[in-house]
């Protein structure tokens, strides 16, 4: 049995088979031709944290494939009244077939997949979003190919995002340039163990300039909004609008994992741009959590 708590918990040619799968999956589902492989398969979805994409994708997808999908909020566990994360697990993996969360402490779900008797997912912890990467990595690819030897450049705030894309760059095997503010740098401990393929500038223009993908997300993440005012004055400098691009390869894409705030990460008009692909983006969480689910069952 396999968990996927970050992308390291998988090889690289098991994540490659999975991109492969979920491309496998959009085309199958556009024709009508999709298989059942989680029929009479349970997923129980416990969010901490609430969201829009990770929500419908993992119900849709479920759907899709035959199975059920569980919603469980805060209100409507044990969990929110006091019950351990060891207990809820224990009692939870023997009702359900797969488990995903999403949470704010990423030792909640190590605890959680520590005791679980089926496969958990990360659905995003402060530290990690290791399925917004796959859908990243499925899109990078439909649009060109291998992103294998590439450069990416990564501007806002050393987050959750960022840091998976740490692991990413050691996966997919390319050079990652992290621009942010001095104070807002991801962990230490990643920097140091991918130093051979990481480095954190804090020009923007520096860390564009000759990439092949360029990402933001959020400046103040869900849980930061007492910081949102000086978020804005210090990441002001570092919006990613359509001048920045130009300092990209010229295919260079652009993408956002969404929720965007046009006129601040973000310029008004990129998402709607020549450079963007969010919106291919945004619709691959489905099918790379599809083809991500069918993995960790057939374990």
Known sequence: MKHFLTLTDLTPAELTSIINRAIEMKAELATGTARESMKNKVLGMIFEKSSTRTRVSFEAGTAQLGGYAIFLSPNDTQLGRGE????????LSRMVDIVMIRTFSHSMIETFAANSKVPVINALTDDYHPCQLLADMQTYQEHRGSIQGKTVAWVGDGNN????FINAAAQWDFELKIACPEGYDPRQ???QSHQDRVQIL???IAAVTGSD???TDTWASMGQDEEK?????VFGPLQVNEELMTYANKDALFMHCLPAYRGMEVSETLLDSEFSVVWDEAENRLHAQKALMEFLLAQ
């Open 84 to 91: 351990s994360v060891e207990d809820t697990a224990k009692v």
């Open 213 to 215: 993908l360029v990402v």
């Open 229 to 233: 005012a000086e978020r804005q004055r």
């Open 161 to 164: 995002m960022c840091q998976s």
């Open 189 to 191: 401990d990643l920097l």
């Open 202 to 204: 804090r020009d923007p």
